[in-house]
């Protein structure tokens, strides 16, 4: 594919790294992305990779905006209240970015409809809320292949990892399970400071572009911890479980399935 | 010199709000029951008879004690141990 003068200068500063150069923006152009949840940190994701242009960007997503979520949901505004998250960020990312295929899926991700909706997609974004669903995710990615960056935030405190499957952990080699329902308060009762998804999500959209461009080390088998109020990054490592229920050597789980929603931490 | 430990921002609450506390060397539930004494909860949030909780990670030295001898690691002064809790916010 070759870029006209206006994505030329769009993307001089890209081409012009020798680590992107003209192939490695050739190599954005044509990944195709899904980000599930277009919230807290799938607005800051799918903002940059769409600034990056990085050439199919698919957003599921099936809540509505509402205002307590613009404290921090930058890809929002006052003008899209009421509306589709997925549809409320892709008129926003679209005019950042008319080069960018924005494909807005509009269903809650399950069981039976999350292995057609990745399947056609080069890489998996979790910017999800809940425990269920990031099981759910990690599950189908390791069932398909699919390279997945998984974020997640509480309060000042937010965690990054990039899953290969078949070249290291996953996330239930991390966490073998989630915490039990009705031990942890929500989200929505424990807080979280605006800007923390922005700096989980940016370095979560990195690790995106870096896969795509194949360069430097992927955050594989190693969980970045990042805590705002003391000022540190930490990593931490995964080892791979060879009893993990899904990547072990003798896998447990031989279908997807869904659970009762729960949320949070401890 | 102490067992420097790690604590997650939602354990803070228990800690005064500390980042980072001194705990004794020995094992790792040695450790935690010994820290819920100073910081009462600290221990049931982390562990349950004496058993580390399976939704939170305790790591000496950046080293998953799953992967060592669980609850039994031994920790000695001077290691940093970080507890981390599976977390799941993003989206809502």
């Known amino acids: 594919m070759e870029f006209t003068e206006e994505q030329l200068k769009r993307y001089s500063r890209h081409i012009i790294l020798p680590e992107v150069g003209g192939k490695g923006q050739q190599k954005i152009s044509a990944a195709k992305v899904l980000i599930v949840g277009a919230g807290g940190l799938g607005c800051p994701v799918g903002y940059y990779l769409a600034a990056a242009g990085v050439g199919t960007l698919a957003l599921v997503d099936n809540d509505a905006v509402e205002l307590s979520n613009l404290q921090r949901q930058i890809a929002h505004s006052v003008k899209t209240l009421g509306v589709n998250k997925a549809d409320s960020a892709k008129k926003t990312f679209e005019a950042l970015n008319p080069d960018v295929n924005v494909i807005a899926i509009k269903e809650r991700i399950n069981s039976k409809n999350i292995l057609e909706l990745i399947k056609d997609y080069d890489i998996v974004v979790d910017g999800t809320d809940n425990f269920p669903t990031r099981y759910l995710i990690n599950d189908a990615c390791v069932m398909l292949k699919k390279p997945l960056v998984s974020g997640a935030i509480l309060r000042f405190e937010g965690q990054v990892t990039t899953i290969l499957p078949g070249d290291g952990p996953c996330y239930r080699c991390l966490f073998e399970e989630p915490p039990p329902a009705g031990l942890v308060p929500s989200c929505q009762e424990a807080g979280v400071l605006g800007v923390l998804p922005g700096v989980i999500g940016a370095l979560q959209a990195t690790e995106v572009l870096k896969l795509i461009i194949g360069k430097g080390k992927p955050l594989k088998g190693q969980l970045l911890i990042y805590d705002a109020l003391g000022v540190n990054f930490r990593k931490v490592k995964i080892p791979k479980n060879s009893d993990c229920p899904i990547c072990g050597e003798n896998p447990k789980i031989k279908e997807l399935s869904d659970s009762p929603e729960q949320y949070c931490s401890i | ?92």
């Open chain 2, 1 to 92: 010199m102490a067992v420097r430990v790690k604590i997650p921002v939602p354990l803070q609450r228990l800690t005064q709000g500390k980042e980072e506390v001194e705990g004794d060397s020995g094992t790792v539930i040695s450790l935690i029951t010994n820290l819920d004494r100073k910081y009462p909860g600290l221990g049931e949030r982390i562990s349950e008879g004496g058993k580390l909780r399976r939704f939170v990670n305790v790591y000496v030295n950046e080293e998953d004690v799953r992967f060592l001898k669980n609850e039994e690691t031994e920790v000695k002064d001077g290691d940093e141990v970080s507890i981390v809790p599976a977390i799941a916010g993003g989206a809502s």
